[in-house]
């Protein structure tokens, strides 16, 4: 068990520290614990240090690098002690552990400054990182990487779902490759080649390439931050949000292109870019681009928080024990993994519930499964997952991803007809060639296309997002459907994209359809 400071009574209100002894900076939280594992913020700190800045010469920590340490570790315990702080547990990463007087320097710490510095592996480090990730971020159905850089290392965990699959640890860091290759002029010359050969090789040494498809990187640490907040800054935005940000590689590689062409004092008058990182944000980027190179994924989103508020969820789980707020319900499972993936939920909803609608009017008419009207629901409201990969066939990447979601409200039968719903709500009809198609039996394929057919028009119905459909009728007969349209005016686009949409509808059920507004059904006259 580490070892943990008490500077308080245990029947006081307990507050508790983490610090976090990194390779380019210490850092400290000081947080108040709540209900269901979460905690609030009351103060936090930050030092420059760079304790990694002579270690890929002589394998040492510097002698100006351990004093402002140390001198900093005061300044934080001060703090905490000010805030009558329960419990502190600091820790200390890539390079105290790797140094030659990493021990001297805990010794130091214990003796100068009264605390107890925990020096953990990397294995530790990347499940810190992760408990962070996945108490803050929905993975179910994606298989993720989350890649935590620091100014020593970076760890890179592949995930599936919120089960870790495998754990990489590199000597990859920002602070270690600055020193080496240079972080001022050099980077805009072959010496850039050669970092990104350097980070290729060892990527290749210390991760397997035999990962599945992966949805999106997940990345943790100053160097995602740091990125995030230049491009937001470049096109207007200011805070960066908790749910994290969202980039693509190509992102990455313009603003690599931008910066390695500047000298470090034009990086520091970058907006959005922390001086103090002027001379390692390149090294930084260039692993980012290169792991996204490497595994072959394309969409990155940053993630806020990282080691220490992994470390600070890992400390409250001791104080509170299991978290009790609960498994989420199958609604909160569906409904997280849709806005995950950048489903805009309100529309989704929306169409899943004009598509419950027309679903349950043709029930009886049809003799329908009324059980399938639960499946038609998740598939409205997964049915544009896939715009996570792409735009163009996000259709067919909606089939893929949820197919491979685990939603465990469904079971494997259902979950196939789910994903084929979704994945026929748009796009060619379904066909003897497409091998989904072909993987469903016959009578999982009956179940599909009248889904499938109801979900296309339910969709057009909100063709504009902007929910002017209130609700459908069904009328008329099996031999002629007739589907009335509720809607304060004539939603002229939403009528002509459900027509548009009815040609499955026609096949699946044997009968054409009209469908019309119902001020314009009640304003025509009784025939006689």
């Known amino acids: 068990m580490p070892q943990q400071q008490t500077y308080l ?16 900076s210490i850092r400290l939280v000081v947080a108040e614990p709540q209900p269901g594992g979460r905690y609030r913020v009351l103060d936090e700190e930050r030092e420059t240090t760079r304790l ?26 001060e703090i905490a002690e000010g805030l ?15 140094a030659t007087n990493g021990e001297e320097f805990v010794q130091r710490v214990a003796d100068e400054v009264g605390l107890s510095l925990e020096v953990i592996s990397s294995q530790q480090e990347a499940h810190l990182a992760f408990l962070s990730v996945r108490r803050r971020i929905e993975l179910a159905g994606k298989n993720s990487l989350l890649a935590d850089i620091g100014g020593g290392s970076t760890e890179l965990i592949v995930a599936s779902g919120d089960v870790v699959e495998a754990v990489f640890a590199t000597r990859l860091g920002a602070v270690r490759l600055a020193e080496r290759f240079g972080g001022e002029e050099g980077l805009a010359s072959d010496d850039f080649r050669k970092l990104q050969r350097r980070i290729d090789r060892e990527l290749r040494r210390t991760t397997d390439g035999k990962i599945p498809p992966l949805h999106l990187l997940i990345g943790s640490g100053g160097t995602f931050t740091s990125a995030a907040s230049i491009v ?12 994290g940000f969202q980039m693509s590689r190509a992102d990455v590689r313009h603003l690599v292109d931008r910066l390695r062409k500047m000298s470090s004092r034009q990086r520091r008058d970058v907006p959005g870019l922390n001086p103090d990182r002027a001379d390692i944000i390149v090294p930084g980027l260039a692993i980012i681009d290169r792991v996204m190179k490497r595994f072959k994924v394309n969409t990155l989103q940053v993630h806020p928080y990282g080691v220490r508020d992994g470390l600070l969820l890992s400390m409250i789980d001791q104080l509170q024990g299991r978290d009790d707020a609960g498994p989420p319900s199958a609604d909160e499972q569906i409904n997280r993994f849709a806005e995950k993936c950048g489903v ?19 029930g009886a008419m049809f003799d329908l499964p009324r059980d399938d009207d639960r499946l038609l629901r998740a598939a409205a409201r997964l049915q544009d997952v896939g715009y996570l990969i792409s735009y163009d066939g996000h259709h067919k990447h909606s089939y893929h991803l949820i197919l491979h979601s685990r939603l465990d409200m469904f079971g494997p039968e259902e979950l196939e007809i789910v994903a084929n719903v979704a994945r026929y709500h748009r796009g060619a009809e379904p066909k003897s060639k497409h091998l989904n198609w072909l993987a469903l039996s016959e009578a999982s394929q009956q179940r599909v296309l009248p889904l ?73 006259p009784a025939t006689t």
């Open 9 to 24: 009574s245990p029947d006081m209100a307990p507050r508790l520290a983490a610090i976090d002894v990194g390779s380019n």
């Open 52 to 77: 990694a800045r002579a270690l890929a010469d002589g394998g040492r920590l510097d002698e100006q690098s351990i004093e402002e340490s140390l001198a900093a570790l005061r300044r934080f315990k």
């Open 84 to 98: 009558h702080v329960h419990r502190v547990r600091a820790i200390a990463t890539c390079a105290v552990r790797e």
């Open 232 to 243: 937001m800054a470049s096109r207007g935005l200011s805070a960066l949000p908790a749910a």
């Open 344 to 362: 805009q939920l309100k529309h989704a909803q929306h169409v899943a519930t004009l598509a419950a609608d027309i679903y349950r009017g043709l």
């Open 452 to 524: 499938a057919a109801v979900l296309r028009i339910a969709g057009g119905l909100d063709r504009s997002h902007n929910q002017a459909v209130h609700r459908v009728r069904v009328a008329g007969t099996p031999d002629e459907v007739q589907l009335i349209v509720e809607a304060d005016d004539p939603p002229e686009t939403e009528l002509w994209a459900a027509r548009r949409r009815a040609g499955l509808f026609e096949k699946a059920f044997g009968a054409p359809v009209t469908i019309e507004w119902s001020g314009a059904v009640e304003k025509t």
